[in-house]
């Protein structure tokens, strides 16, 4: 093994790590989760007919 080797694995093991902890913290199983943000409600359009002619 190259000295390279050990470091590689070292950045794909924290690599590995920070992802399951960032889908741990999006499921909300630590903390409060990731909420999608509330949209406005539109305005319903009134269902008139106009003669565009």
């Given amino acids: ?9 070292l950045l794909l093991l924290v690599a590995a790590v920070v992802a399951v902890l960032m889908v741990v913290l ?3 199983r630590i903390g ?3 909420e999608a943000p509330q949209r406005p409600r539109r305005r319903r359009r009134t269902n008139r007919s106009r ?3």
């Fill in 32 to 34: 409060d989760g990731i």
């Fill in 26 to 28: 999006a499921q909300g």
């Fill in 1 to 9: 093994m190259t000295a390279v080797s050990p470091i590689v694995l």
């Fill in 51 to 53: 003669n565009l002619r």
